[in-house]
Every structure is written in structure tokens, then in C-alpha cells.
């Protein structure tokens, strides 16, 4: 169990009506997994993601297996596997992958973009046997620095698409990893967007493949970017409060460095930024949230 120095019974002043909002709260308190992706794919993200398993607000994250980073970020979390829980961020659309899979690749030996990724494994030219070895190649990696594994998530979520699902369902019982991310909001009505749906309708088909294998995954995911552009000032989250189960927080933090050498869709110092602040400090204590890893799923 990680240490939790930010639970539901911390006692916080506020100018913003605190008070009167933990009234309205859930009685009980939330198992709430802060999970922060991309660790080593970049030293600057993996500094960020170090900042705030220190700080004592990240309590959980998973290890790219082939990027530029990776030999630190096993360094690094040899020194914290106490402070949070250790995944593997499965890769297959960035970098050069760990095994000579050629479904996998383009012409460069590089691993196909997302999109590419994507109609590759529609159209069934992802070989599973190949997807299996890449997953297993990665899963290796990182067991044999001497970090003890807590569950396996995918980069950009891919490994909710059919093949890659099944075979992530196939090699994590041989590695005795019993967790797993299913990327899903839990209520269609919160969908916006046709991606999201699909993404939605992708989880829901993993789940199954999963559950067969008995695989274990927190009840839901929210996305920290969306809590951040939805609450302005700290209040009680209905996207937070899950009764059934752990809720993961999922993060992409990292330090301002981050944002200017790998510029992309998150916002990576101001979600550190954010987590660091009294206001997360807030949300956690109005929402009665009880900080977690995903050895608690």
C-alpha cells in the first residue's frame, strides 16, 4: 500500500464554499487512482510524472518500454516503488519496437502511427503472434530492471483495439499481471465526440476479453485534462464518485521542458502545475477521495 497523505479527511479552509460543498458529497470515502501516463518517454516528462509521485499526488504510473528514456525512468522508479504502483505503457505507435514484428512497421522499421495502427488491425494485417511477442518483449523489459509490474495500459489506448486486446489478454496471465486499463467512462450520456464513442465501444469489447482472463480494471477513467476544463473552482465531481469501485484519475504531467520538446495534445505543466495546487488538494477532500495505486483494484 502506498502512503496516503491526501484523503477525504485532511481539513481544508477555502474561500470557495468548501463547507457547504463536502455536505454534498458521498458518505463514503472514493478509492481514487491518480495515474500519470508516458513515464520515459521523454527525461522532462519523467521528471514532472517524479515531482508529483514526491509530492505525494501521483499514485501510480506506467513505463515506456522502448523510447529515449526509458533506461532513467527504471532508475527512477527504483528509488519510489514504495510511493506508488509501476505499470508497463504498452507502445505500438511511437519509436522502433523491441521485437522484429513486420506487421508492426512501416518501411523505416518504425512503428505505424496511430491511424495506420488502427486500419491495420481492422483490415487484419496485425498479425497477433507478432503483437504478442512486442507485448511480452516490453512486459520483459521493464520485470527484468527488478520493478514489480502492477498492471499493464496502452499508449493512446491502443490496446483496446481486437487484435491487440486479445493479445494483451493472452501474455499477461504467463507474467502473472492481473490488472489491466479498460478506457471507459461508464455512461454513454457523457459521450461528445465519435472518437470517444468508438473508444467506448472498443472498451467495452476488451472488457470482455479480459474478463475471461480474469484481468482486473479500476470501474472507470477520467480524463484529468476534461476535470480541469470542467471545474473551474473545486466542487463535487459526479464523474469522480463511483460507489462500485476505484476511480483512475488519468494524467499526462510533466515539467514546462516537456511541453516545448514534445509538444501535443496535453498540456503537460499545467496538469502538473495543477496537481501540485491547493485546488487539487480541495477536490480531493470534497469528493471524499481516498488515494489509492492500482495495487488496490
Known sequence: MIPQPLTGTA???????????????????????????????????TRGICRGIEAGVITSTSVMANMAATHEALERAATLGDRASFGVHLNLCEGKP???????????????????LFVACLTGRLRLAEVEAEIAAQIARVRDSGLRIS?????????????VSAAVANVLPRFGIERVRITRL??????????????????????????????????????????????GEPA???????????????????????DLQKPGSHAR???????????????????????VSYWDV
Open 151 to 163: 498492471h499493464l495500459d496502452g499508449h493512446k489506448h491502443l490496446h483496446q483495439l481486437p487484435v
Open 269 to 291: 505543466r499545467v496538469e502538473l502545475e495543477f496537481l501540485l495546487s491547493p485546488r487539487f488538494r480541495e477536490l480531493l477532500v470534497i469528493n471524499r477521495a481516498r488515494l
Open 236 to 258: 463535487v465531481s459526479a464523474s469522480l464518485v463511483d460507489p462500485s469501485g476505484p476511480v483512475e484519475l488519468c494524467c499526462h504531467p510533466g515539467t514546462a521542458a516537456a
Open 186 to 231: 461508464g455512461r454513454l450520456t457523457h459521450v461528445r465526440k465519435a472518437t470517444t464513442l468508438m473508444r467506448e465501444l472498443l472498451a467495452l469489447k476488451a472488457s470482455r476479453k479480459f474478463g475471461r482472463a480474469r484481468l482486473r480494471s479500476p470501474v472507470r477513467t477520467v480524463d484529468l485534462q476534461a476535470l480541469i476544463a470542467e471545474y
Open 98 to 116: 523491441l521485437c522484429a514484428g513486420r506487421s508492426l512497421v512501416d518501411g523505416d522499421g518504425r512503428f505505424h502511427g496511430k491511424r495506420a
Open 11 to 45: 481539513r481544508v479552509e477555502s474561500k470557495t464554499g468548501v463547507g457547504a460543498l463536502r455536505t454534498r458529497a458521498c458518505g463514503s470515502e472514493l478509492p481514487l487512482i491518480v495515474h500519470a501516463d508516458d513515464f520515459g518517454e521523454t527525461l522532462e516528462i
